[in-house]
């Protein structure tokens, strides 16, 4: 492994501030003003009502750091050319993308550990270890199709503009047909919500997801499934970006 590499892409990424505020601050920040706006809650629910919303709040962060975060990071460098000098010492786009992946995911680990642990200390959030491994587990597979999309994005268009409007696009649909912007799956119109239940991310703001992880109920295979086709697809967009770009560099 190039040190150097590792601490050039570790020092972009603590300079981003979308990536530090998004990943880091914001989650928390929601957990915060969803938590503390349950009333009318009945008291024999409101724990596994909190440890829902703390589950499905921290798909923020990865979101944040692998999606957005990249995206605003490297579209911008891609389009001044700060990356075309790294093709002198044959350093790829494979490459990168490998000390990018390890650096973010260092960074995530990081978010999820401050995360979860001002969860319990500072709301009383308890969530057993053994279910934030299982979550985190689940989550790591949404990152990493995240980080493949992300990244694709950049390398196909190189224009800042399009790669951040696209991530960004992205990222709220996803959280708005995730369950995450206030308005929940089963509250949403009949059609919206069909689309909304084909996408793995709806079901981490679930009970069923809750008691899956938490209480050792049966696992949801179509949800495992439905994770496993999402980073299969992310990875083709990847492949696919990787050869169009080594057909315009030849």
Same mark, same amino acid.
């Given at each position: ?7 050039? +892409? ?5 300079? #981003?501030?979308? %990536? ?20 009318? $809650? ?15 709040? %921290? ?5 944040? *750091? ?36 390890? $650096? ?5 680990? &990081?978010? #999820? ?11 009383? $959030? ?12 689940? &989550? ?20 800042? %503009? ?36 084909? *996408?793995? *991310? ?5 009970? +069923?997801?809750? #008691?899956? $992880? ?16 999402? &980073?299969?697809? %992310?990875? &083709?967009?990847?492949? *696919? ?8 560099? #030849?």
């Amino acid at each position: 492994m190039n040190k150097y590499i590792f601490k050039f +892409e570790t020092k972009l990424l603590l300079q #981003n501030f979308t %990536s530090l505020f998004f990943g880091m601050v914001f989650p928390i920040l929601m957990s915060f003003l969803i938590i503390s706006g349950l009333k009318d $809650v009945p008291a024999p629910l409101i724990d596994e009502v909190k440890r829902s919303i703390v589950l499905s709040i %921290s798909i923020i962060s990865p979101f944040s *750091i692998f999606l957005v975060g990249l995206s605003a990071l490297f579209a911008k460098d891609l389009e001044e050319g700060v990356y075309d000098r790294l093709d002198l010492f044959s350093i790829n786009h494979l490459s990168m993308a490998k000390y990018k992946f390890i $650096v973010y995911y260092l960074f995530w680990t &990081v978010c #999820n550990i401050f995360y979860f642990g001002v969860m319990k200390y500072a709301l009383g $959030v308890n969530i057993p270890l053994i279910s934030i491994i299982k979550h985190t587990g689940f &989550v790591t597979l949404i990152a990493v199709a995240s980080f493949f999309i992300g990244y694709s994005i950049c390398i196909f268009f190189k224009k800042f %503009s399009i790669s951040f409007s696209l991530s960004m696009g992205i990222y709220f649909f996803s959280m708005i047909l995730g369950g995450m912007m206030g308005i929940q799956v089963e509250d949403m119109p009949k059609g919206i919500k069909k689309i909304a239940q084909l *996408i793995p *991310i709806s079901h981490f703001s679930s009970i +069923e997801y809750v #008691n899956e $992880v938490a209480k050792g109920a049966k696992l949801n295979y179509s949800f495992f499934q439905s994770l496993i086709v999402l &980073v299969l697809l %992310s990875l &083709v967009l990847f492949t *696919i970006s990787i050869y169009k770009n080594k057909r315009k560099s #030849n």
